[in-house]
Each structure stands twice: as structure tokens, then as C-alpha cells.
């Protein structure tokens, strides 16, 4: 939202007038304000929306007890509406190459699988299809935590064992790939947590989250491999650590035998001891100035669908606001006039400064190359040398790889944006660029 008329006109909804349009939207979380609106907490005590809502119980999934996966395509007859729209999912096919898009991110993401081969997102249904397909190398099961229900059984029942067994082992046991249960369990409706490590990170802080934002939390949130265990892990305890700052903080204090920081990869010719950020919606969402504390990921991404007999159930098709019409009329544009210029115009902004920042970046790294092969710089220098380009690529990743590409929150896109240029210059003193 951009201009002063536009927050007016939401000011007005808020205090009543179109309550229960809003209302729809609105989800469960009564720990926080119904009101978006940072100035206007006058109007959030008086708007009944949030005290309305009745919150969704946080419920991790028992570990241990052998359960056998319900699939997706046996609630079909039960949940007809549910599974149609979870079926649509196959419809939204297209994706591209993010190398070919952007071509300087082969120089920063150099040594690893995503040099060789990097798609965009597409629907839920593709996932197993998409990480057997890509050219990245794959060696262990762990591979599978976001893809389908039968490894998340296997966590729940095997324990961190099942995150190191062969990857052509637990793909051969595949029958369910991104099933209900990610989200359901055995009981569609009731929602749980079968990724464990997710309510393992959020430790204390679990309860006080939401529910249905937790259910997506599950896969879109940045994580680690245990270099032991290989288990997948997210790289922080308590949500106030789950941050950009917070979570590179914990990786630099995660020290091998030999006292080096965790890296996801080393860069043979820099020597960096790189990071990969992914997908780090939770974290980005949830983060102080991300948009509307008061829905969920649920709301503006599933929402509510009528049947044609009439029958309202959650939309499980998976997908932009800007592609759900009915969504946008009966509630966003209510207040927002036109979503997608605003959305459209936060992303080009991003999107442009983000590749300007990637690129002198990836310049960057390629002098630090010939730096190290020209052994021109003393051991100090290089070791900070270094630790810069880790730093600079840290930030920068964590808007690249945000899907939402600003959206999801301005200021924290802004802020790291400012740290990876102001890293950035650093290492370029250093480098005399
Ligand atoms: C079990 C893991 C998992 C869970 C749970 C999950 N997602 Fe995803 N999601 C993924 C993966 C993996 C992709 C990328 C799919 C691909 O490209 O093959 C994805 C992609 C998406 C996309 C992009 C689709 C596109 O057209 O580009 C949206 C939107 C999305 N998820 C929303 C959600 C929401 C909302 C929730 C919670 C209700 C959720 N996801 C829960 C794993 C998950
Ligand atoms: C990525 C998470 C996710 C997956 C996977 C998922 N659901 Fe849901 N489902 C939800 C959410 C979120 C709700 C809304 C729950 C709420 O607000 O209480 C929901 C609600 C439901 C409900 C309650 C009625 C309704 O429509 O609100 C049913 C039944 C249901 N889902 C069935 C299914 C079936 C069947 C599948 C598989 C074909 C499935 N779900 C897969 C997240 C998921
Ligand atoms: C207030 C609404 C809102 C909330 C809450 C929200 N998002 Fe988004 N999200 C958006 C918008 C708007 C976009 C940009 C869509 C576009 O580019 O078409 C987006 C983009 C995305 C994308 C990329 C989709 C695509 O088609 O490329 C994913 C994935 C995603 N969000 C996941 C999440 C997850 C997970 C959460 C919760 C942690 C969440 N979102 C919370 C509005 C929201
Ligand atoms: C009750 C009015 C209201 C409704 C309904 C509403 N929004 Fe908003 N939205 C706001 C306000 C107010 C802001 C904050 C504007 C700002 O910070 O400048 C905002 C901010 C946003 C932003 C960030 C835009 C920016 O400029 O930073 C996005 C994206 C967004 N909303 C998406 C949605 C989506 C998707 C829906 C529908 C599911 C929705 N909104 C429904 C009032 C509303």
C-alpha cells in the first residue's frame, strides 16, 4: 500500500463497517493485533475481527509409534473438494531456469549443485519429480524431508537415522510424494507437525505461534544437514533467533573439529566457506516489519473456496494471491484497490537491486580468485577477505532466495540488501577494487 487514501479507507473497514469482509481473512492468532496498521492501535482494541477468531491448537506429531502413511489419492473420495483442489496443483507446471535469468549466480554459487542447475518453484505436486530430476548431486534420504509424506514417516518413526540412508533407497519406498500428512497427519482437518525439527527449533516458542503458518513453516524455512547426523535442522533455538542476523550468528559458532565456522560448501577458488540460504518464507514473514502479522501464510495462499453445491472448504491449490481472483475481490483489493501494481512494483525494486548487488558481488569473487592464485594478500587480510565475501553472500542470498522476492517484508529486505553492499564495499577496499 503506498498512498495515505488507501490506509484511510482500511482505518474505516477496521472499525467496522465491512467487518465481516475482513473478517473472512483474518486467521487464528490471537496473540497478536488484528490491525496492520502500525499507528492505528486505537482501532485494533476496538475491532472485534482477531477476538473472534478462535486459535488452532499447535500439535507436533508422536514419534515412535510406526504409523503407515494414508495417501493423498485414498482421501479422494471422503474429502472430495480438499483433494480436487489439491489435484489442481498439477496444473501449475512451468518454471525456468534461475542460472539462464541470472547469469552471475554460477560465479557465487561455484562448487556447488546450484552452479550446475537452479528452477524456480512450481507446484507442490512436482516436488519428488523436481529434486529426482535436477542435475545436482544427491547422496542421502535427507533429500526427501520436503518432498513426500513416506520420508516424513520415516523421520517419525525411524528417528535421525532414517536422514542418512542412501537417497536411492528411501526413492524406491516412495508412494505419496507432498501428501496430506505433511500437514494432517492421518486425520485431514486437524493440523500437525510431522517435521519435527521445526518444533525442536522453535522450542519455547512454539505455542505462542500460529498454527497454520507453522504448517508451511515445516518446508519453507531455511535449514541446515547435521554434518554428523545429516539431519535436517534449522539453524536456530527460540524465534527470536530467527533471523538473518540470528542465524548466521549460529552458523559462524557451529565449529568443525578443526575450529572452522559450518559452511554448506568451500570455494575451491577463493577458499570462502560458503552458505546457501533456502527458502526462508517463515523466517522472512514472521520477522519484525513482515506484512500483515495478522494472517497467516494460509490466508493469502490457500484461502476459501465454494463448491458448487455450495460448501466452503480451505482452497488447497496452492499458489500467488495475485493468481486467486476471488481471493483478491472478496477481501485484498477491498482495501488494497489494485494488489498487484503494489506487488509488482515492490518486486521490480527488489529485483533490480538485488541482481546489481549479486553481480558486483560475484565480480568481487572472482578478484578474490586471482587474489589467492596471485597469493597477493597477507594471511590476515585473506582471512578477512573471506569472511566478508561469506558475510555479503549470507545477505544477499536471504532476499534472492525469498520467494516473495521483497513482499513478504520490506524492512528486513531493505536491511539485508544494506548489510551485503556494506560487506561488500568492505571486501573491495581490501581487495584494492
Ligand atoms: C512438505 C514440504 C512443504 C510444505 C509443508 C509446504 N510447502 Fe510449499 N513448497 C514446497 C516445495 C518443495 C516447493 C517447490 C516445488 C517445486 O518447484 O518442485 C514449494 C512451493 C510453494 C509455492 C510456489 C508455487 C509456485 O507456483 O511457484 C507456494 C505458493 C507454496 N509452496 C506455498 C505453501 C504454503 C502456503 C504452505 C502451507 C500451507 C506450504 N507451501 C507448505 C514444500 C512445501
Ligand atoms: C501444506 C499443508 C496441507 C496439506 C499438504 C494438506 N492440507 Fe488440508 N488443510 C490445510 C490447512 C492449513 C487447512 C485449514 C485448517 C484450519 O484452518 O483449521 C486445511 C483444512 C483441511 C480440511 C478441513 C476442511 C477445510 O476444507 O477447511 C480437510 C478435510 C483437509 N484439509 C483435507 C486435506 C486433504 C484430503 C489433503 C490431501 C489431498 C490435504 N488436506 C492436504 C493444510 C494442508
Ligand atoms: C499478506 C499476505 C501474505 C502472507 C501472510 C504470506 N504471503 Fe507469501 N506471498 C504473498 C504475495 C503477495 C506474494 C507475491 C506473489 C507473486 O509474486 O505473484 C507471495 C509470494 C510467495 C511465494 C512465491 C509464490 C510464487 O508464485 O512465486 C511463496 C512460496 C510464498 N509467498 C510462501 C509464503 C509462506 C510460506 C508464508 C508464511 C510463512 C507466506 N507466503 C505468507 C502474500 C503473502
Ligand atoms: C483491512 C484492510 C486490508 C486487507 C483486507 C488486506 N490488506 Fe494488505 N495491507 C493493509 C495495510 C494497512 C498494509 C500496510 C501498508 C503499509 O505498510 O504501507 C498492508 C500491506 C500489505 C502488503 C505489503 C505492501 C507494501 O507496500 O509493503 C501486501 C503484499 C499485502 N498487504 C497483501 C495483502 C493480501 C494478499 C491481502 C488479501 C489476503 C490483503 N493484503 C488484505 C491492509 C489490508
Same mark, same amino acid.
Given at each position: 500500500?503506498?498512498?495515505?487514501?488507501?490506509?484511510?479507507?482500511?482505518?474505516?473497514?477496521?472499525?467496522?463497517?465491512?467487518?465481516?469482509?475482513?473478517?473472512?481473512?483474518?486467521?487464528?492468532?490471537?496473540?497478536?493485533?488484528?490491525?496492520?496498521?502500525?499507528?492505528?492501535?486505537?482501532?485494533?482494541?476496538?475491532?472485534?475481527?482477531?477476538?473472534?477468531?478462535?486459535?488452532?491448537?499447535?500439535?507436533?506429531?508422536?514419534?515412535?509409534?510406526?504409523?503407515?502413511?494414508?495417501?493423498?489419492?485414498?482421501?479422494?473420495?471422503?474429502?472430495?473438494?480438499?483433494?480436487?483442489?489439491?489435484?489442481?496443483?498439477?496444473?501449475?507446471?512451468?518454471?525456468?531456469?534461475?542460472?539462464?535469468?541470472?547469469?552471475?549466480?554460477?560465479?557465487?554459487?561455484?562448487?556447488?549443485?546450484?552452479?550446475?542447475?537452479?528452477?524456480?518453484?512450481?507446484?507442490?505436486?512436482?516436488?519428488?519429480?523436481?529434486?529426482?530430476?535436477?542435475?545436482?548431486?544427491?547422496?542421502?534420504?535427507?533429500?526427501?524431508?520436503?518432498? %513426500?509424506? +513416506?520420508?516424513?514417516?520415516?523421520?517419525? @518413526?525411524?528417528?535421525?537415522? /532414517?536422514?542418512?540412508? =542412501? #537417497?536411492? *533407497?528411501?526413492?524406491?519406498?516412495?508412494?505419496?510424494?507432498?501428501?496430506?500428512?505433511?500437514?494432517?497427519?492421518?486425520?485431514?482437518?486437524?493440523?500437525?507437525?510431522?517435521?519435527?525439527?521445526?518444533?525442536?527449533?522453535?522450542?519455547?516458542?512454539?505455542?505462542?505461534?500460529?498454527?497454520?503458518?507453522?504448517?508451511?513453516?515445516?518446508?519453507?524455512?531455511?535449514?541446515?544437514?547435521?554434518?554428523?547426523?545429516?539431519?535436517?535442522?534449522?539453524?536456530?533455538?527460540?524465534?527470536?533467533?530467527? %533471523?538473518? +542476523?540470528?542465524?548466521?550468528?549460529?552458523? @559462524?559458532?557451529?565449529?568443525? /573439529?578443526?575450529?572452522? =565456522? #559450518?559452511? *554448506?560448501?568451500?570455494?575451491?577458488?577463493?577458499?570462502?566457506?560458503?552458505?546457501?540460504?533456502?527458502?526462508?518464507?517463515?523466517?522472512?514473514?514472521?520477522?519484525?516489519?513482515?506484512?500483515?502479522?495478522?494472517?497467516?501464510?494460509?490466508?493469502?495462499?490457500?484461502?476459501?473456496?465454494?463448491?458448487?453445491?455450495?460448501?466452503?472448504?480451505?482452497?488447497?491449490?496452492?499458489?500467488?494471491?495475485?493468481?486467486?481472483?476471488?481471493?483478491?475481490?472478496?477481501?485484498?483489493?477491498?482495501?488494497?484497490?489494485?494488489?498487484?501494481?503494489?506487488?509488482?512494483?515492490?518486486?521490480?525494486?527488489?529485483? /533490480?537491486?538485488?541482481?546489481?548487488?549479486?553481480?558486483?558481488?560475484?565480480?568481487?569473487?572472482?578478484?578474490?580468485?586471482?587474489?589467492?592464485?596471485?597469493?597477493?594478500?597477507?594471511?590476515?587480510?585473506?582471512?578477512?577477505?573471506?569472511?566478508?565475501?561469506?558475510?555479503?553472500?549470507?545477505?544477499?542470498?536471504?532476499?534472492?532466495?525469498?520467494?516473495?522476492?521483497?513482499?513478504?517484508?520490506?524492512?528486513?529486505?531493505?536491511?539485508?540488501?544494506?548489510?551485503?553492499?556494506?560487506?561488500?564495499?568492505?571486501?573491495?577496499?581490501?581487495?584494492?577494487?
Amino acid at each position: 500500500m503506498t498512498n495515505k487514501n488507501e490506509v484511510k479507507l482500511f482505518l474505516c473497514l477496521a472499525a467496522g463497517a465491512l467487518v465481516t469482509a475482513v473478517g473472512a481473512v483474518m486467521n487464528n492468532n490471537a496473540g497478536r493485533a488484528a490491525n496492520p496498521q502500525p499507528t492505528a492501535s486505537a482501532t485494533a482494541e476496538t475491532a472485534p475481527v482477531a477476538a473472534a477468531a478462535e486459535a488452532i491448537p499447535v500439535l507436533v506429531a508422536e514419534q515412535g509409534t510406526g504409523i503407515v502413511v494414508t495417501k493423498a489419492s485414498d482421501w479422494a473420495e471422503q474429502y472430495p473438494n480438499e483433494f480436487n483442489s489439491y489435484a489442481k496443483n498439477d496444473e501449475n507446471s512451468e518454471h525456468h531456469s534461475y542460472i539462464e535469468q541470472h547469469p552471475y549466480i554460477s560465479t557465487l554459487y561455484s562448487g556447488y549443485g546450484f552452479a550446475i542447475q537452479y528452477e524456480s518453484a512450481r507446484g507442490h505436486t512436482f516436488v519428488v519429480e523436481d529434486v529426482t530430476s535436477t542435475g545436482r548431486p544427491h547422496k542421502l534420504a535427507n533429500c526427501f524431508t520436503c518432498k %513426500t509424506s +513416506d520420508f516424513t514417516a520415516k523421520a517419525l @518413526n525411524d528417528g535421525v537415522s /532414517a536422514y542418512s540412508m =542412501a #537417497f536411492e *533407497d528411501m526413492e524406491a519406498q516412495i508412494t505419496d510424494p507432498f501428501g496430506c500428512f505433511h500437514c494432517h497427519q492421518n486425520e485431514p482437518g486437524k493440523l500437525y507437525i510431522t517435521h519435527t525439527y521445526l518444533a525442536n527449533a522453535l522450542a519455547d516458542d512454539l505455542d505462542s505461534q500460529n498454527m497454520q503458518t507453522l504448517s508451511c513453516a515445516q518446508c519453507h524455512s531455511e535449514y541446515y544437514f547435521d554434518p554428523e547426523t545429516k539431519a535436517t535442522t534449522l539453524g536456530y533455538v527460540g524465534h527470536a533467533n530467527a %533471523t538473518p +542476523d540470528g542465524i548466521l550468528n549460529y552458523y @559462524n559458532n557451529l565449529l568443525d /573439529a578443526d575450529g572452522n =565456522a #559450518f559452511a *554448506d560448501w568451500v570455494d575451491e577458488t577463493t577458499g570462502v566457506r560458503k552458505l546457501k540460504v533456502q527458502h526462508p518464507e517463515f523466517e522472512t514473514v514472521s520477522a519484525a516489519g513482515g506484512i500483515h502479522p495478522d494472517m497467516s501464510c494460509v490466508t493469502c495462499h490457500m484461502g476459501t473456496a465454494t463448491a458448487e453445491d455450495g460448501t466452503t472448504f480451505t482452497n488447497h491449490y496452492w499458489s500467488s494471491p495475485l493468481d486467486n481472483p476471488d481471493l483478491l475481490e472478496s477481501s485484498c483489493n477491498v482495501c488494497h484497490g489494485d494488489l498487484t501494481t503494489t506487488v509488482e512494483a515492490i518486486q521490480k525494486e527488489t529485483v /533490480a537491486r538485488t541482481d546489481s548487488i549479486g553481480e558486483a558481488l560475484a565480480k568481487a569473487n572472482e578478484d578474490l580468485a586471482k587474489a589467492v592464485a596471485d597469493n597477493s594478500l597477507s594471511e590476515d587480510d585473506l582471512a578477512k577477505a573471506r569472511d566478508l565475501a561469506r558475510s555479503a553472500q549470507w545477505y544477499w542470498d536471504f532476499v534472492f532466495v525469498e520467494n516473495s522476492n521483497g513482499v513478504h517484508n520490506k524492512t528486513l529486505t531493505k536491511d539485508c540488501l544494506d548489510k551485503a553492499e556494506a560487506y561488500l564495499g568492505e571486501l573491495n577496499n581490501l581487495l584494492g577494487a
